[in-house]
Every structure is written in structure tokens, then in C-alpha cells.
């Protein structure tokens, strides 16, 4: 084996041509290699640009995984549950009212529909023509004052049906101490809620003098005494009942 590698060495030596003094200096020469600056630097940049593109892409690549990610994410978090229909859960409320309940308003709904009683008819009584238990009262005489003259706007009266049956008063003619014409006489009607008055019935009220009855002192003379005079008569004109009596008709 010592033998080959001899034999190997020795024909290096021939192919090469070199002897060992001659490659040791050929080792021990100096190489002088020529750098330009302005081309280095453009390699340096080209690698520096190319290192950069590099990086960028891998960053670019990175960042639209984890954008992608997060875009599934949010839209599962965000895709919400469809509510349950608002009818269902009113249908699932209610509540079947009671029979018994139903059963217990039934009555009330009766009770209203009841129609009122009808009101007790009075007895009927028969209409009195011929008159000798009827009486009337004038109680007040209401007047107005004018300086020197008055005027008799109303009267205040009771009638008592003393006869045994109904009475149908119509109204007053009422006269004036010292007005003694005719044609100075007042009629004044009676009201229809005061025309029908039945046995035993009293009846207080007030009625208007129509247009009022004007008076002054030198015609009814001492106004604190005056006497006035009132005929009632029936719905016919019949007389039924009179009265006189003195008021004070001063201002």
C-alpha cells in the first residue's frame, strides 16, 4: 500500500512538471486582487434590495394569513342567532280563561241589560170642575225700581187642592190698587209642570209677570201699602180660587 502511494506521488510530480522548491514559491508569491468601491457597493445594494424584496414578501404572505383568520373569525362571532318569531311566544302565553269565570259575568251582563222599572202610575183621579176647596196665596212679589216709579216682574204663589179630585189651575189676572180699567189687568199664564194638581196636593212656585206691570206712587198712592188682587182661573177660564192682600212696592 506504501508502495502505490509512492508511485502515485512520483507521477504527480512527473505530469505536474514541478519540482517542491518551485511550488513552495509559488505558494509564497503575494496575489494583489483590484476592488472598485463604486462596484461594490452596487453589489452590496442589489443584495441588500433583493434580501429586502424577500422579506417583504414572506411579511406580505404572513400578514394575509392572519388577516384571512381574523375575517373568518369575526364573521362566526358576529352571525348572530335568528330570534324565535314573536307569535310563537304570545301563542305559548296564553292563557284559556276559566268556564267558571265566564259562567259568573254571565249575570252581570243580565243585570245591565234589565230595563228599568217603569214608574208607578198615579191613581186616576176625576177633574174637578165646580171649585170650593181650592185656595191660593201670593207669598212674595218680586219688583224692580226706577228712581221714581216700580215695575212687578214676579209673584211667588201657593195653591192647595182641598177637592176630591184633580184640579187644572191656567192662570192669575192680577190687578193693581188704584188701577181700576179693565184694560189694566194682567193675565199671567202658569206653568204646564204647575197646571195639573191632584187631591190633597200643595203646590209652591213662582211665576213671571209678562212684560212686567209698571206702577208709581200718584197712581197707587202709599207705596209701602199697596194691595194687589189675583183671580186663578181653570184651563176653561173658569174661577177656581182668589186673593187680595197689601205688599210694600217702595224702592
Known sequence: ?????????????RDS???????????????????????????????????????LGRLSANNFELTGLATQDVAVEEAPEEPAPEEA??????????EEVIEESQPLAEEETVAAPEEVAV????????YSKVSVVINKVDRNWMDDWGKIIGLSYTINNGEEGT???????????GYTDES???????????QTI?????????????NGYAYNPK???????????IIMFDLDGKPMASYSNEFDLNG
Open 1 to 13: 500500500m506504501a508502495r502505490k502511494d509512492i508511485f502515485n506521488d512520483e507521477k504527480s510530480k
Open 17 to 55: 512538471g514541478l519540482d517542491d522548491d518551485e511550488r513552495a514559491s509559488l505558494m509564497q508569491r503575494e496575489v494583489n486582487i483590484a476592488v472598485s468601491p463604486r462596484k461594490m457597493f452596487k453589489g452590496l445594494f442589489v443584495i441588500v434590495l433583493l434580501v429586502g424584496v424577500f422579506f
Open 89 to 98: 311566544a304570545v301563542e305559548e302565553v296564553a292563557v284559556e280563561v276559566p
Open 123 to 130: 191613581a186616576d183621579e176625576p177633574i174637578i170642575t165646580t
Open 167 to 177: 184640579i187644572k189651575p191656567g192662570s192669575f189676572k192680577m190687578s193693581v190698587e
Open 184 to 194: 189694566s189687568q194682567k193675565i199671567i199664564p202658569l206653568a204646564i209642570a204647575q
Open 198 to 210: 191632584t187631591s190633597g196636593q200643595k203646590v209652591s212656585a213662582s211665576v213671571e209677570v209678562p
Open 219 to 229: 197712581t197707587a198712592g202709599n207705596l209701602k201699602n199697596v194691595r194687589i188682587s
